[in-house]
């Protein structure tokens, strides 16, 4: 495809207008002022009018329960104890493998829908995940939880076993679109055995790690008083976890030790703001994580806890919340936020070729419709992406090159068929319960 | 207009399926779960097909500075003060009244595009304001700003003789979508005497009043020192203010008194939850103010600060923020969320018989398309519209029964007129700069 006569955020998130963007064999391979010379122009396919048009980096995920989507609406304005124990373990008890696959599928439309080309994902059954994930044509890092209550090595574990088989059928499929991560679901739902397994599988594996950490002050707390005062950011560093690539989701309640531990060891913390607010988590430290170098990524999270996949809307809450929890509005500026819910978001999932616009990077992008009455004036356009477009206003997502997602239409997925079965598979469960 | 076959959210926010509604002569006139008998169905006019949407009372803006638009994108990412000063009064001293005019019609046409009918505005060249809310179809509370920085009382400033004008041409104007309120712009920006007087005249004329109240603790704080420990609600109290309707913007950093005054005086309170956290203000206590049965309402304020006219989003926002901030999950549901976006909003303006869908309720009305991704499953619609849904996804906006926005048309005014205008004249007025 070549992008005609479109504006454009650049790698450096600089605006250009009037550019022209061709992509090949999954990759951006022109970037100008002017159309490719002669016979070149043709050598991209189809040529897409870019008037009107912003060309900007897709969106990356960092956090996410794709499988979810079943519980949208479902389990509402509870205490986060009565929300889990009461409302989402017990449904989550009825959700089959095929059940998975649908939920995941719908999140694939929903975030494509939004111009996210990629999720990081704890849940079980991920070969279903991923199955979805193919089909969409989008990508994912996906990640099977270790749950280990007692005192259990990873070997007395299924999630070992399950890892290995992910690891061989699953690693790199779809022309690398598909991550193996390791995933240690917390501090609070584990054991330092395990944990220390895990990590050494990683390492071993040359896996990177998926954890949360910090999200509630309750888990905060309780981590210091199991394990002598150590915050679960220094528990896990004290079990190696750190020692690989690690995506770090919440960190609500870190502190300034635990800040400068991330910053450090260079561990992807990935926001959820829409979340942490809803279930009263709080608001995560991301001022003073981004003043201390730390990698900050952001994530949509459940289905239960946000309620929708859009990025926009949580690059939006990223800047917001920044700004209204600290009494500071310099902070965060929107280059940070749109960095942020870009390319660190890749970096955290290991793709270091993708998240930004320039020739050779991966032609993970999408085109937002400009023409709207909130982007007028566009005095400061990057401004205007950050607070004042939508979500909705994405009217084109590419992943590799390959489009999944143009105008109301999903080339890759029946959308009716997916909502439908979402919507039949969630009423099966509730009827169940 | 008859909608045929839709879903509803019925007077009391509740969920009915299937139903039609008759619109005529500006009001609902049929609310049904079967089509209007025999030759009663003509009588509505166009039969819109209603599969797949759900009709909802339209939104009322409570709190906007529409002409601001001019400004989106233009003074961001700083402290109040330097945004103020530096930036904000600069470019607002260009501003003239055609300007207004134009700023003024793009946000109503953006407010028409996110679902919303009716804005309550503080500005000046409030003449220009009130001909763009006329043309667009719309509904307006406008109100000039006192500025008493001195010791004039009313009689010695000219927002006197413009309220004297404004009313003569312009209270009820548009059958009544015009309204003409009264508004002190703030406690530090005026004084005892004016507004004394000022609350007089309301009284007199019995008309309501707007005003800004404790947006950032500086403004608090310092009113209780210049005012003997009195906080911005009580000075406005002490001063006859609450004797009449009142819409009080902001109210961030309101005491526990100050929320008892404001719960048995009958005060609205216009939550800004983007402007709040943008500014770096805060959260205000929400929460709070609902359990005290405070009258709690929702504004997008200018666009300096928020930057888009999207209520959904400032609806999602107020419930976000109340839990985040509170570290509670349980508080502010989706009913009262959407309940201050619409009914509570209407009532604000004094428009009683606004703001719900029956029978003999205006016909302010908002369509949702919820065909898309974030939709389903369906499993409870009332939480869908709050937190999974967007703005976007309104596909048509009625005001006194006129439709003024539809499926990416504004059938009463020029979209790209307004645009092209509010882009030049930003350029003209920086240019001047």
Not at 266 to 289: I, T
Not at 325 to 345: E, F, H, I, M, Y
Not at 370 to 378: D, K, L, Q
Not at 387 to 416: F, K, N, Q, S
Request: with cysteine.
């Amino acid at each position: 495809m070549l992008f005609a006569d479109i504006d454009l955020l650049d790698e450096n998130l600089d605006f250009r207008s009037h550019c022209w963007v061709g992509v090949r064999d999954g990759r951006v391979a022109y970037v100008g002022d002017a159309a490719p010379a002669g016979e070149e122009a043709a050598r991209y396919g189809e040529v897409y009018d870019g008037r009107g048009k912003l060309l900007c980096p897709a969106f990356y995920n960092a956090h996410a329960h794709a499988p979810m989507t079943l519980l949208r609406g479902y389990a509402e304005n509870l205490p986060l104890q009565a929300w889990l124990n009461d409302m989402v373990f017990p449904f989550e008890a009825k959700i089959t493998p095929e059940d998975c696959y649908w939920g995941t599928l719908l999140s694939c439309a929903e975030m494509a829908r939004y111009g996210c080309v990629s999720f990081s994902d704890m849940y079980y059954h991920m070969e279903e995940g991923a199955r979805a994930a193919l089909d969409a044509g989008i990508k994912m890092n996906l990640s099977d939880s270790l749950l280990a209550f007692n005192g259990e090595g990873l070997d007395d574990l299924p999630v070992k076993g399950n890892l290995d088989r992910l690891i061989r059928d699953l690693q790199g499929a779809g022309d690398g679109r598909i991550v193996v991560d390791c995933n240690i679901h917390a501090e609070y739902t584990s054991n330092p055995r395990a944990v220390a397994d895990l990590a050494a599988y990683a390492k071993e594996h040359g896996l990177r790690l998926q954890v949360h950490v910090s999200e509630t002050r309750l888990e905060h707390e309780e981590c210091k008083q199991r394990h002598d005062g150590l915050t679960p950011v220094r528990y896990f560093e004290s079990l190696g976890v750190l020692d690989v690539p690690v995506t770090a989701a919440h960190c609500v309640w870190v502190d300034d030790g635990d800040i400068d531990v991330l910053a450090e060891r260079g561990v992807f913390v990935a926001a959820n703001p829409a979340s942490n607010m809803k279930l009263g988590s709080g608001f995560a430290p991301v001022a003073k994580m981004l003043a201390r170098g730390v990698n900050v990524c952001l994530g949509t999270d459940g289905m239960a806890s946000n309620n929708n996949h859009d990025m926009m809307q949580d690059m939006h809450l990223l800047a917001l919340t920044a700004k209204g929890s600290t009494n500071d509005p310099a902070v965060v500026t929107p280059k940070q936020a749109l960095t942020a819910a870009t390319r660190v978001g890749a970096l955290s999932q290991g793709r270091d070729d993708c998240g930004y616009v320039a020739v050779g990077a991966k032609a993970d992008l999408c085109v937002l419709d400009t023409s709207g009455p909130s982007w007028a004036p566009m005095t400061n356009p990057l401004v205007n992406v950050v607070y004042a477009g939508h979500g909705a206003d994405v009217c084109l997502t590419m992943c590799d090159g390959v489009v999944v997602y143009r105008e109301g239409e999903w080339p890759t997925l029946d959308i009716e068929r997916a909502k439908a079965e979402v919507e039949a598979r969630t009423k099966r469960i509730i009827g169940e319960l």
